[in-house]
């Protein structure tokens, strides 16, 4: 039997049209579509989310779309600016609109920062985790004008960098969603038996 493809979700969480958060989501997303695996791009610029409301939001116009999109995914590229030690006010919007689709997939972190967005890694990772998701044990980081100039990659280490972590993504991506299928297929005990259908 041929395996699934690997599906991936990349989010951009900058709505800076300009924004060197998307530059290196979008050479993520092409390395990845490039070895195989299917890529959805989430641009929250070109396609905004309405502010989260529990009470809401999950029967808004779109919803529904939005939420197969997220559900199909394997791993979540996502992208955000640093903005005062923690994520963008998009990406967090983002994100408190799910939870069950998160669960046991694979989160893999880009932070453009100048002071190595480490607050902002932490606060993905503690998304990860409280959604039952894994996360690769580093982020992708970067500082604009130094790394990136002008939508460019202008740095070596970034470039090495961002390749590591598309192969990461794919490779324990692949891993995990192998290992969710069967849990979710089998009678056994483990964390994703509480999503079996």
Known sequence: MTPSPLHVLAVVGSLNRTSSTRTVVTEVAEQLKAAGAVVDVLDLLDEPLPLFN??????????????????????????????????????????????????????????????????????????????????LPYAASFADKVDVNGGQIVSDSLRQRIEMLARDARIYGQILARQRHADLAAADAGFMARWRA
């Open 54 to 135: 529990p009470d809401s939001a999950h029967q808004a116009e779109g919803f529904a779309a939005l939420q197969a999109r997220v559900q199909l995914a394997d791993v979540y590229v996502l992208g955000t600016p640093d903005y005062h030690g923690s994520i963008s006010s998009a990406m967090k919007n983002f994100l408190d609109h799910f939870w069950r689709e998160f669960a046991g997939k694979l989160f893999a972190t880009i932070v453009a920062s100048h002071e190595k967005g480490l607050t902002v890694t932490d606060q993905l990772r503690t998304v990860a985790r409280q959604c039952y998701a894994w996360s």
